[in-house]
């Protein structure tokens, strides 16, 4: 064998051997007891792209399960999000339900197929704000012009992953409906979005046994 080959050889194994070890650290601090962790960071709190990559807790540390992946993250960046910003918000938020215009792909989370009667509020003055409320256009309890109707968001919502951001408790006026949704070419109002293909990857892999978690941040 040449050694031109052996050489070769050697650095294969040590990429190979790289990519296998468990990072013993997340690229945002995360302290909680999830086995799953979904990161998303941003060079500058004012970027309006991130890097998104899902982590498995392993034995030792983590390990990337998916990604790195461009994300589109607000129009405002990442920070202290409101109804009066375009804001993703910092921090760490569970990842506990799902929904899409398409049917299920898969994803183990708790999914909802909507249509042109399912909603989101964003109406401060409702007690059902931030929270999904299923009514007929014209008929809903809510200023409808102040929230989202989910069935006509079009591609963005043909599958998405709620960030539980401001719904326990939910206060009035400091941000609503924020997801993990299909990308659309531009930046956000508030939520993270990724291509339709990795969207799916990453609802595949999220296990509600595991306590998956979003960490949103910059460096």
């Known amino acids: 064998m040449s050694k031109r080959i052996t050489l070769l050889i050697v ?14 650290d ?25 890097t998104l990559t899902a982590w498995q807790r392993i034995s030792g540390g983590w390990r990337a399960a998916i990604g790195p992946l461009r994300a589109y993250v607000g129009r405002d960046g990442i920070g202290r999000a409101s109804e009066d910003s375009a804001h993703t918000p910092a921090g760490v938020w569970t990842l506990s339900e799902a929904f899409g215009i398409a049917p299920n792909d898969g994803s183990r989370l708790p999914y909802r197929q909507v249509g042109a009667q399912d909603w989101w509020v964003s109406d401060t003055a409702s007690p059902s704000y931030n929270h999904y409320v299923q009514c007929a256009t014209g008929t809903c309890e809510f200023d409808e012009h102040a929230s989202e109707n989910l069935g006509q968001a079009g591609s963005a919502y043909e599958h998405a992953v709620v960030i539980d951001y401001n719904r326990q408790p939910v206060v009035a006026g400091a941000g609503s409906a924020f997801f993990l949704h299909v990308e659309t070419g531009r930046p956000t109002a508030g939520c993270v979005s990724i291509p339709a293909a990795d969207l799916e990857a990453v609802m595949r892999w999220l296990d509600p046994s595991a306590h998956p978690v979003i960490n949103i941040g910059s460096k």
């Not at 650095?11 to 013993?24: E, F, K, M, W």
């Not at 690229?27 to 991130?50: F, I, K, R, S």
């Open 11 to 24: 650095l294969l194994v040590g990429v190979a051997a790289c990519t296998s070890t468990p990072r013993s």
């Open 26 to 50: 997340l690229p945002l601090p995360y302290h909680g007891d999830a086995d799953q962790v979904v990161t998303v960071v941003a060079e500058n709190a004012a970027d309006t792209t991130a």
